[in-house]
């Protein structure tokens, strides 16, 4: 294959990060109860880990990114809530298994986006994992 189509993805919150994330949080607020700080000072401590979790889960599943493209002549875009397309500048890739985790720049801001097996397509994936990995770097 001499060259791969546009990719594009509809970002919406992964379910597994969140349910990660959400044992992540309970567990951490669990912590400050097995210390040997007064019962006051731990379940205060405890209720702020929570609200601080919960509050930082709620903004990771509310992400600024609507919609990502990347076309064919390595130019990515983005689709922002309450605004246009704007063009973008891919800052970083990771692939973890079968996950693509970005970091992208455009003019009034940034954003980062997962992208697991349940937000997006399998084919769009692995097509999107085969291009990265194919990319070289700037």
Do not use: Y
Not at 8 to 18: E, H, K, M, N
Not at 72 to 98: C, M, Q, Y
């Amino acid at each position: 294959m001499t060259s791969a189509p546009g990719t594009g993805f509809d970002i919406r919150p992964s379910a597994t990060l969140s349910r990660f994330g959400a044992g992540i949080v309970a567990l951490a607020t669990m912590a400050p109860l097995f210390t040997g700080l007064p019962r006051t000072i731990a379940w205060m401590a405890a209720a702020a880990i929570a609200w601080h979790g919960c509050w930082r889960i709620m903004s990771f599943r509310r992400s600024a990114i609507v919609s990502l493209r990347w076309t064919l002549d390595d130019a990515w875009s983005v689709r922002v809530r309450g605004g246009g397309e704007r063009p973008a500048d891919l800052k970083d890739a990771r692939i973890f298994g079968t996950s693509v985790f970005l970091h992208l720049r455009w003019r009034d801001g940034e954003g980062r986006v997962a992208l697991l097996p349940d937000n997006a397509p399998a084919d769009d994936l692995r097509l999107l994992r085969a291009r990265l990995s194919t990319r070289q770097a700037p």
